[in-house]
């Protein structure tokens, strides 16, 4: 465990590298019960830097993508920044967007341990992520289809048409901003109802961890239609019938100092993987509405990058 001073060092230099605040601004810390113990350490290690930080405990979401209880939601639009350090992401929210839209920057850190802050991906040069992460949201831009290639003979074609990239760098400058740390990917909301193929998943799956052994999933017209094993059944639980099966985001990892451990927030972030998502993507680009959003992340892929139209 962490000492407290080692903690507080560390938490003053994140708020010095990625954020640009006043110290006049106010900070909320939103936590939940799996997650307090992390969350009231952050909170406590802002005050000992002197910012105007307050905690507020909630109780957990049964899975990334469920909104927050709604007094939750209402106490993050009275801060100017907001960080959520939780079990499940509220990336993926209304609640997250609503607050951007007034202005606050929300900073999602859900599944966030204390070995997270002292190795792996939030101890990266955030200089060389965020140019990394840019440079690959642009080969996202001008590109209209990206096919991936997994295991033997796997392949999964998803169109992404005209629609942009999201560069999730983990440096955060402006007002307003939101993104995950710690963080390192260039991701995009595919066109609905158009992604065809199967995609081995040999990494981890948000809510379930580490897979055992590899995944297939077949996706047709979008949506998820089978998924092997004894965790892709787990998987299609999470999901649901509905629009939870909807393919969302393909995302690429582009921290060079992230780890594949099981925690998704830093799995999704490594070199030399990818990770689609499933359920909503209606607050980054998409139309999906869904109280759900799952990231499956695959390591060793082969891209290949399609231009059709430009």
Not at 176 to 205: D, F, H, K, R, V
Not at 244 to 265: D, F, V, W, Y
């Given at each position: 465990?962490?000492k407290m001073?080692?903690?507080?060092?560390?938490?003053?230099?994140?708020?010095?590298?990625?954020?640009?605040?006043?110290?006049?601004?106010?900070?909320?810390?939103?936590?939940?019960?799996?997650?307090?113990?992390?969350?009231?350490?952050?909170a406590?290690?802002?005050?000992?830097?002197?910012?105007?930080?307050?905690?507020?405990?909630m109780?957990?979401?049964?899975?990334?993508?469920?909104?927050?209880?709604?007094?939750?939601?209402?106490?993050?639009?009275?801060?100017?920044?907001?960080?959520?350090?939780?079990?499940?992401?509220?990336?993926?929210?209304?609640?997250?967007?609503?607050?951007?839209?007034?202005?606050?920057s929300?900073?999602?850190?859900?599944?966030?341990?204390?070995?997270?802050?002292?190795?792996?991906?939030?101890?990266?040069?955030?200089?060389?992520?965020?140019?990394?992460?840019?440079?690959?949201?642009?080969?996202?831009?001008?590109?209209?289809?990206?096919?991936?290639y997994?295991?033997?003979?796997?392949?999964?074609?998803?169109?992404i048409?005209?629609?942009?990239?999201?560069?999730?760098?983990?440096?955060?400058?402006?007002?307003?901003?939101s993104?995950?740390?710690?963080?390192?990917?260039?991701?995009i909301?595919?066109?609905?109802?158009?992604?065809?193929?199967?995609?081995?998943?040999?990494?981890?799956?948000?809510?379930i961890?580490?897979?055992?052994?590899?995944?297939?999933?077949?996706?047709?017209?979008?949506?998820?239609?089978?998924?092997?094993?004894?965790?892709?059944?787990?998987l299609l639980?999470?999901?649901?019938?509905?629009?939870?099966?909807?393919?969302?985001e393909?995302?690429?990892?582009?921290?060079?100092?992230?780890?594949?451990?099981?925690?998704?927030?830093e799995?999704?972030?490594?070199?030399?993987t990818?990770?689609?998502?499933?359920?909503s993507?209606?607050?980054?680009?998409?139309?999906?509405?869904?109280?759900?959003?799952?990231?499956?992340?695959?390591?060793?892929?082969?891209?290949?990058?399609?231009?059709?139209?430009?």
């Amino acid at each position: 465990m962490l000492k407290m001073t080692q903690f507080e060092s560390i938490v003053s230099d994140l708020m010095k590298t990625n954020f640009s605040l006043e110290k006049s601004a106010s900070i909320l810390v939103l936590t939940d019960r799996s997650t307090e113990e992390v969350g009231r350490k952050f909170a406590e290690a802002l005050k000992a830097d002197e910012w105007k930080s307050e905690l507020y405990i909630m109780e957990d979401r049964s899975k990334s993508g469920e909104e927050p209880p709604e007094e939750a939601a209402d106490h993050m639009l009275n801060y100017d920044m907001v960080f959520c350090l939780t079990k499940h992401s509220l990336t993926h929210t209304v609640a997250r967007k609503r607050a951007n839209a007034k202005g606050i920057s929300v900073i999602t850190m859900p599944g966030i341990t204390e070995d997270m802050f002292l190795n792996g991906a939030l101890r990266a040069d955030y200089g060389r992520v965020e140019q990394e992460t840019k440079e690959m949201t642009e080969k996202l831009n001008v590109h209209q289809q990206v096919t991936i290639y997994t295991g033997e003979h796997y392949e999964l074609n998803i169109p992404i048409g005209d629609r942009q990239g999201i560069a999730s760098t983990g440096v955060f400058k402006e007002k307003g901003m939101s993104g995950n740390l710690p963080s390192g990917e260039a991701y995009i909301a595919p066109l609905e109802g158009q992604a065809e193929g199967t995609i081995e998943i040999n990494g981890s799956i948000a809510g379930i961890g580490l897979v055992q052994e590899p995944i297939v999933l077949t996706i047709k017209k979008g949506r998820l239609e089978e998924a092997t094993g004894v965790e892709g059944e787990k998987l299609l639980a999470l999901l649901g019938q509905e629009s939870g099966r909807l393919l969302c985001e393909l995302g690429i990892g582009t921290n060079h100092a992230a780890r594949l451990t099981g925690k998704i927030l830093e799995d999704e972030k490594a070199y030399k993987t990818i990770h689609v998502a499933f359920g909503s993507n209606h607050t980054f680009g998409g139309t999906i509405e869904s109280n759900v959003h799952i990231d499956c992340v695959t390591k060793h892929p082969r891209i290949e990058w399609i231009k059709t139209t430009k």
